[in-house]
């Protein structure tokens, strides 16, 4: 029991979940309230996972790259990547130069997208509709370069082991061109207003907060982590494909909260934008796929930056052409945890609003 | 992956330096095309881990993730490994133990890091549930994916939808469909030639009137046909 204003309030748990509406998967949250302040929260997982990992020690590696793309859907080529990385590893796969920028491409334009939900979908928590109307419209620009380079405006299907499975010509990169400029011409005006607009700033700046400690504690990554003022971003960190040869800034905010995040997020869409722009600058000529060797036996990690941070794959293969073990480990897997940092003393109010400001995947989660 | 002497980068030179000074060995070194480093040290029992983990805590690594696996496949399955996955910098560090006695087979509680990486907890509540692997003094054992009344380690008891579906069965079953059609006895060599009964034609049982009155019908309409 505890008191306000003298009247004595109890202390009771609020269910949020599985099925919820203002969840787009099951997760299930046991909220510990006291009057409109929440004091706990347990989370309970599990509702839709699909024993993918098993799966994969029942099909061959080539099978795999098709499974990795149904992971998840806005981190659909990150995962294939990451794995073919982790391939490419054990058999020491030199990835040709031009698959390797056409790889970073399809990453980047995944990156923006996934994003541009995000704060969009921030913008719907908030009742702020007329910007997430907006915000949908203007991702719509990024979902038309997917649907017209890669046929699919989710599933990208661009990575195999070795290289890439799609390739771009002229009328494609004047296309993709067109649609920076679009794009461009509005991410000035979006981030102004996500910086400075009364009613975003009211309901998020100091909400949801997790300081620079605690996130280093929960080993937070991406731009949960980097919202605290982390420096973290695996490709600047652990380089892989063509990053090393990109500029592009580790956009970082120190806030803490879920302005802090969602600033972060429009800021490395701009980043992305920047990243494509020089791949479509120096993409070279070349092939698209290496030639494959055997895959031996061994072990091997790769790592990449998904949307929601960094990446993980392990592949154990024993010479055969089904992996023993195929482990992965999503961003979203430790964020779900920090979030009993973020809602300690938060409003009921704002529990939706800081469960959306991890991005967070549960497909992902479980996979 | 190529292997490595030594390590080439800073970070993967302080792992190394301490994991040998705390351990007493020291990781074995491959490198990506990209000139990342990976470590690679696996010890021959559980407790071993724990001196590991400290020192890796002392040095800012961070747990990046846990995977537990089986050492063989089917017969020697319930041999599992646990892989710790480590990061510092641009370095990823694996310290592996076996989850059972190397010697007798026999199943080994493993220690929690959780007290000293935060974000195993997660990690090691999954494994206990999926691999069935005994873990001591976590402080919050619970569930995690799976519902409490189905077992630990169940993803090896099931067969996938797709194999099932796919007729992926066992020889055995096809045999015992052939003898009970067939006589069929594996492993026989000569098998008796299968020869299937003689049927009685139908013409031959109907009673004498009745094929007399079928016979005058079938006259009577070729007659009139003619007829016409």
């Known amino acids: 029991m505890s008191e306000v204003h003298n009247i004595p309030v109890k202390e009771f748990s609020l269910p949020i979940g599985p099925l919820h509406v203002a969840l787009e998967e099951p997760m299930y949250f046991k909220v510990s309230v006291v009057g409109e302040k929440v004091r706990d929260v347990d989370i309970t997982a599990g509702h839709v996972h699909r024993g993918m990992e098993a799966l994969a020690a029942k099909r061959n590696l080539f099978q795999n790259v098709v499974l990795t793309e149904r992971v998840c859907s806005l981190c659909s080529n990150s995962h294939p990547f990451t794995y073919c990385m982790a391939v490419e590893n054990i058999a020491d796969i030199e990835v040709p130069l031009r698959a390797q920028y056409l790889r970073v491409m399809a990453e980047e334009i995944k990156r923006v997208a996934s994003h541009l939900f995000n704060v969009g979908i921030m913008a719907h928590v908030i009742g702020f509709k007329s910007l997430f109307m907006h915000m949908m419209q203007v991702r719509e620009i990024m979902q038309d370069v997917k649907e017209t380079v890669f046929g699919n405006r989710m599933d990208l299907a661009a990575n195999c082991i070795g290289g890439v499975k799609y390739d771009v010509d002229g009328d494609l990169i004047k296309f993709v061109v067109h649609q920076l400029d679009r794009l461009e011409s509005h991410l000035d005006e979006i981030v102004k207003i996500y910086q400075s607009n009364s009613m975003i700033r009211e309901r998020t700046v100091g909400v949801g907060r997790i300081g620079k400690e605690d996130a280093i504690e929960y080993g937070l990554v991406g731009p949960v982590a980097r919202g605290s003022g982390v420096v973290t971003d695996t490709r600047r960190n652990a380089p892989y494909a063509v990053y090393p040869e990109l500029r592009f800034d580790v956009i970082t905010e120190e806030g803490g909260d879920v302005h802090a995040r969602a600033m972060v997020r429009l800021g490395e869409v701009v980043e992305s934008v920047r990243i494509i722009r020089q791949i479509i600058h120096a993409l070279p000529d070349g092939p698209l796929t290496a030639k494959l060797p055997e895959i031996p036996a061994g072990e091997a990690m790769a790592r990449s930056e998904a949307p929601r941070g960094e990446l993980f794959y392990y592949l154990r293969t024993d010479g055969s052409d089904v992996p023993m073990r195929l482990k992965w480990r999503v961003p979203s897997y430790m964020n779900w945890d920090a979030l009993k940092v973020m809602m300690k003393d938060c409003a009921v109010a704002d529990v939706s609003l800081i469960v959306n400001s991890i991005d967070p995947c549960i497909s992902c989660t479980e996979r | ?228």
């Open chain 2, 1 to 228: 992956m190529s292997m490595l002497p030594k390590p080439d980068n800073k970070d993967s030179q302080t792992l190394d330096e301490l994991l040998d000074k705390a351990c007493g060995v020291a990781p074995t070194w491959t490198k990506d095309k990209a000139g990342n480093n990976f470590g690679w040290l696996r010890f021959h029992k559980p407790d071993d881990l724990v001196p590991a983990v400290k020192a890796l805590k002392d040095c800012g690594a961070r747990l990046c993730t846990v995977t537990a696996y089986s050492d063989k496949r089917e017969d020697e399955r319930h041999r599992r490994s646990i892989a710790y996955h480590f990061a510092l910098g641009s370095v990823l560090c694996t310290v592996t133990i076996p989850a059972y006695d190397e010697a007798s087979g026999e199943a080994l509680e493993v220690p929690s890091i959780t007290p000293y990486f935060r974000n195993a907890d997660w990690n090691e509540r999954e494994f206990q549930e999926m691999y069935a692997i005994k873990i001591k003094n976590h402080p919050n054992p619970r569930r995690l994916f799976l519902d409490e009344r189905i077992d630990a380690g169940i993803m090896d008891e099931l067969i996938p939808f797709s194999s099932m579906v796919h007729g992926a069965s066992s020889k055995d079953l096809w045999e015992q469909v052939m003898m009970e059609k067939t006589g069929y006895v594996p492993g026989k060599k000569e098998q008796e030639v299968l020869v299937e009964p003689a049927f009685t034609p139908v013409s031959e049982t109907q009673p004498k009137a009745e094929a007399a009155t079928a016979d005058n019908s079938v006259a009577g309409k070729t007659a009139g046909e003619a007829q016409s």
